[in-house]
């Protein structure tokens, strides 16, 4: 068995390569729902108006799935139990102090979760959607250890070659919008409910990163870094927000969005897959636990984090389209694809130089 330890470049490895391997089953799975079987259920003719719809049922099915795989295990393996820097007393309570900010984390995880999907119900170009999403992650963990180090949270400085990957990944995830100029790429610009969505994404996202790095980097002296304490509350709280937030959805009537009443479709009037979409939002909570770990390793900055994080999704994102395009027939990677891909590659290369670096100045300090 590959023993490693806590924050060393070997447990990072194993991180990367959970993550990218149950990324690429959840990739394909994907595809195979809202792609592949809604070929076989439609004609031409109605096949993007049923896509859409699929779409939203997978959302919801799936996201039934992961939520409880990860409360599943967290609540057997007792991961709730935070090892806190102290606690504090609340109406007689006593609970972590980290609890205040631990929580609005899992409330914005419950934003992120569907805004993810429903960019994909909106009538704009899906490439220009995920270009928007995963490079944004890049760009806002920089931003964040920028902030971080003016607030002198983060006592550690950016290394240049992150720096440069930063730049590569931005290329790598912007390939598209130059390649691919023929789609109707900034149609979402004006169009309200997307400008919505995705602000919503934006705003959660760059505020739950803020939280995960504020928690690694205030640690106190002899506390340990509990990521999957925290792991486990953030998906304890954004559990229940999910849950509040869907019935109160669900008892609109008459809702005006079209968005809400696929979701109230979604529930009322599930086709024959529901059940196999649970199943397959498992693996998604599955790569929830090597996200969130990523997002936190020890001793690394958010830039070095959130890179790792979305070029091992994207990497993970080509290779289920090519699982795809052998297994069932669906689109060969195109061109931009690959030029993408070299990119990222060229962003692993610093990021392996910046990881030597970071490595020796942790076990320099005896931090591993």
Request: proline fraction near 3%; aromatic fraction near 16%.
């Amino acid at each position: 068995m590959w023993k490693t330890t806590d924050g060393s470049t070997g447990r990072l490895i194993q991180l990367c390569l959970g993550y990218f391997f149950f990324y690429l089953i959840f990739g394909t799975t994907v595809k195979y729902f809202t792609d592949y079987l809604v070929q076989q259920m439609t004609d031409p003719a109605t096949f993007k108006a049923m896509q859409v719809r699929m779409n939203m049922e997978f959302l919801v099915y799936s996201t039934m799935g992961g939520n409880l795989i990860c409360l599943l295990i967290v609540l057997v393996f007792r991961w709730y139990k935070l090892k806190s820097n102290y606690s504090i007393q609340a109406a007689g309570v006593k609970y972590p102090v980290e609890f205040l900010y631990i929580i609005p984390s899992g409330i914005m995880t419950a934003v992120i979760i569907p805004t993810t999907t429903l960019m994909f119900t909106l009538p704009i170009s899906i490439m220009v959607a995920m270009v928007i999403m995963r490079g944004s992650i890049i760009v806002i963990s920089r931003i964040i250890d920028a902030i971080q180090i003016k607030q002198k949270i983060l006592k550690r400085k950016v290394y240049i070659q992150e720096e440069i990957a930063v730049l590569f990944a931005i290329l790598a995830v912007s390939v598209h919008l130059f390649y691919d100029r023929g789609n109707s790429s900034f149609d979402f610009i004006t169009y309200t409910p997307a400008m919505i969505i995705l602000g919503s994404y934006l705003v959660a996202y760059s505020i739950r990163l803020y939280i995960m790095n504020y928690y690694k980097n205030t640690r106190g002296k002899g506390v340990p870094q509990d990521n999957k304490g925290f792991f486990a509350i953030e998906q304890i709280s954004a559990g229940i927000t999910v849950l509040i937030v869907g019935f109160i959805l669900f008892n609109i009537s008459d809702p005006e969005s079209y968005q809400v009443k696929l979701f109230q479709e979604a529930l009322t009037q599930p086709t024959y897959l529901w059940g196999w979409e649970i199943i397959a939002g498992t693996v998604f909570g599955v790569v929830a636990f090597f996200s969130v770990f990523l997002f936190m390793f020890k001793g690394r900055t958010a830039t070095f984090a959130g890179l790792v994080n979305r070029l091992t999704s994207l990497i993970a994102g080509t290779g289920a389209t090519l699982v795809f395009y052998y297994i069932f027939g669906g689109k060969f990677p195109k061109n931009s694809d690959w030029i993408s891909l070299g990119f990222i590659l060229v962003a692993v290369v610093f990021l392996t130089i910046a990881e030597k670096r970071r490595t020796a100045e942790l076990k320099a300090e005896h931090v591993i």
